[in-house]
């Protein structure tokens, strides 16, 4: 062996070592700073996980853009929802009266609050997009209350990594992390421009979580839950989502 | 043709290419390692990213200008396809299978992969030298008489000898407007469309008219890259397919013999 490729070797050797020792302490980084996505795995696991941990790096507080009250759209679009269960029927049919929205988990005191009692805190109202995955959009003002509100009210653990939240229709539930939960623009939503939150676009309460597309913005809420552990929900990808080919993060 | 004012290159007549010339071409390769890389990477890349973009088009294959747009309002232009979605109305009486969770999860991961290996080959072309060697284009290379030279050559589907050791001046000047125009703006308006990167650099969408400008720009960059794509093949064909796979692939340029 000459000497030429021996020194060769020796530095490629030393190049993979690195590379492979870097890859070792960047994954324990990414996994201490919650850099790391719960549908991590599989063929396009590195993609998520570069895309989640990039945004995370570079949104964790900026807000999405708000428009003007003359850029809301003039028909706010009702995208197709599967037929309504018996269930949403009947709380469609008592005007929603009985609906309850339950917040538990790691939180100090599990509570269960009605439509009126969300609308009874400090109004807030945001003007922003509702980008769908297939390539649509349309704006609006949607009026609610800040699940960080919310979050507070219960006394939420320090702990806490994701809160999932669940529409009264089956097979219908995501989660977000804590920098998203805790973000001013993600709103339980009981009302749009000024109105009734319609059932078409969600109503009696939907999710709104603006720095990602629509389908995280979880419609007919009932039920949010503070964790800690993404996988004990489903097969553990963090949302209904990824099993059905999704990306857990859609903030793309 | 033969009243053209250019000297032609005599191509009957062997090039005068002397035999240290085809040794020194034989271990001085056409293609660096790091052009061959990326080249074949991004190749990959591109090809997935076309693929699953068309299967995102499909479900919803109309375009808009401006911030918001949806089926309630007027597309500036449609695909005349059927959608993978009940949504579209699209004349058609079905629906296209629904690919878009694969398709989006491919699309983003090729997505990185392309700007990775975009990002090494600008860096590594610009401290190898490459760039400057063999893109810009070279000292009177930028005269019209040169340009209509080379139009000339390509117009008479001839082979010319001197691009075996280097690229002619359209090619220099494509393969710049390719890397530094049409793959940023690719990049750019794709980003747009990302509702979190939004929120940290509101001037992406901003500056191109809302998002769905900049989801309708992404559609039109994507056709030019492919036609430039088109364009590229036939000329590799008209090359030598041959040869020119192979120097891309090994690095190794021919010589005029093996070029027959």
Redesign the interface.
């Known amino acids: 062996m000459s000497k030429i490729s021996r020194r060769k070797m020796m530095v490629t050797g030393l190049t993979a070592t690195a590379g492979i020792s870097g890859l070792g302490v960047a994954a324990h980084l990414a996994k201490k700073y919650g850099l790391i996505p719960p549908d991590h795995g599989g063929i396009y696991g590195p993609g998520e996980t570069l895309t989640y941990a990039s945004m995370r790096l570079l949104t964790r507080h900026s807000l999405a853009r708000e428009f003007t009250r003359s850029q809301i759209s003039e028909r706010p679009l009702q995208n197709e929802v599967a037929p309504f269960s018996e269930e949403f029927k009947r709380h469609q049919a008592a005007r929603f009266a009985d609906w309850r929205l339950v917040l538990d988990g790691m939180v100090a005191r599990p509570t269960s609050f009605s439509v009126d009692q969300l609308k009874s805190y400090a109004p807030h109202s945001q003007i922003t997009e509702v980008v769908c995955e297939e390539g649509w959009s349309y704006i609006a003002e949607w009026n609610g209350v800040p699940l960080s509100y919310l979050l507070d009210l219960v006394g939420a653990h320090p702990e806490a990594k994701y809160v999932f939240y669940f529409s009264i229709e089956p097979d219908w539930w995501e989660s977000m992390d804590m920098a998203d939960a805790m973000h001013p623009q993600t709103f339980l939503t009981y009302g749009m421009n000024g109105d009734e939150l319609p059932v078409g676009n969600g109503g009696p309460i939907r999710m709104r979580l603006p720095r990602q597309l629509g389908y995280k913005s979880v419609k007919f809420l009932n039920r949010l839950i503070v964790t800690d552990d993404a996988k004990k929900f489903g097969k553990g990808l963090g949302s209904i989502s990824p099993e059905q080919g999704y990306a857990w993060y859609a903030g793309i | 043709m033969s009243t053209m004012k250019s000297e032609p290159i005599p191509l009957e007549t062997p090039a005068p290419v002397s035999r240290d010339l085809v040794s020194e071409a034989a271990v001085t390769p056409r293609h660096s390692l790091l052009v061959r890389t990326t080249h074949w990477i991004i190749t990959i890349a591109f090809f997935a990213l076309v693929l699953t973009g068309a299967e ?2 499909v ?2 294959p ?1 375009f808009y200008w401006g ?7 007027t597309p500036l232009f449609k695909i005349p396809i059927p959608a993978s ?3 579209v109305p699209t004349g058609y009486g079905y629906v296209l299978p629904d690919q ?3 398709s ?3 699309h ?3 997505a ?1 992969l392309l700007v990775l290996m975009g990002v090494l080959y600008v860096i590594g072309g610009i401290a190898s030298g490459h760039l400057r060697r063999d893109l810009l284009p070279g000292k009177g290379d930028l005269s019209w008489r040169r340009l209509i030279d080379v139009v000339s050559h390509h117009l008479r589907i001839a082979p010319n000898p001197e691009e075996h050791w280097s690229y002619n001046i359209l090619q220099r000047l494509s393969y710049l407007f390719v890397v530094f125009v049409l793959f940023p703006l690719v990049i750019w308006t794709g980003l747009a ?8 650099i ?1 001037a992406t ?2 500056l191109l008219g809302g ?2 400008s900049a ?1 309708t720009l992404h559609f039109i960059v994507s056709i030019a890259l492919v036609l430039f794509l088109m364009i590229h093949v036939v000329m590799v064909w008209r090359e030598g397919f041959k040869t020119r796979m192979r120097a891309m692939i090994t690095g190794k340029a021919a010589d005029r013999k093996e070029r027959k």
């Open positions: 995102i088009i479900s919803h109309r911030e918001t747009g949806n089926v309630l309002t979605r009940n949504l878009n969770g694969w989006r999860a491919l983003f991961q090729s990185w469309m990302s509702p979190a990167f939004d929120s940290a509101p969408v901003n998002r769905q989801r």
